[in-house]
């Protein structure tokens, strides 16, 4: 929504046996999900990004930056 995009995103952050670590939804009443977070242990993690109402199209881009 910050850059114009009507998408509601659903963070989802995963580790590697596939359990979830963190969930994030709207923050602060926007529908933008941001987390910080410090990973609990070296090793791989998996980002699912997911447009929460089942929309989508040319017009729902997002910006994922990791840190």
């Not at 998996?46 to 910006?63: C, I, K, M, P, W």
């Amino acid at each position: 929504a910050a850059h114009g995009s009507p998408a509601d995103l659903l963070l989802t952050v995963y580790d590697a046996n596939k359990q979830v670590v963190v969930i994030v939804d709207d923050v602060g009443g926007k529908p933008d999900p941001k987390a910080e977070l410090t990973l609990p242990a070296d090793g791989d993690y998996y980002v699912s990004v997911l447009e929460a109402n089942d929309l989508g199209g040319t017009g729902f881009g997002y910006r994922l930056t990791i840190k």
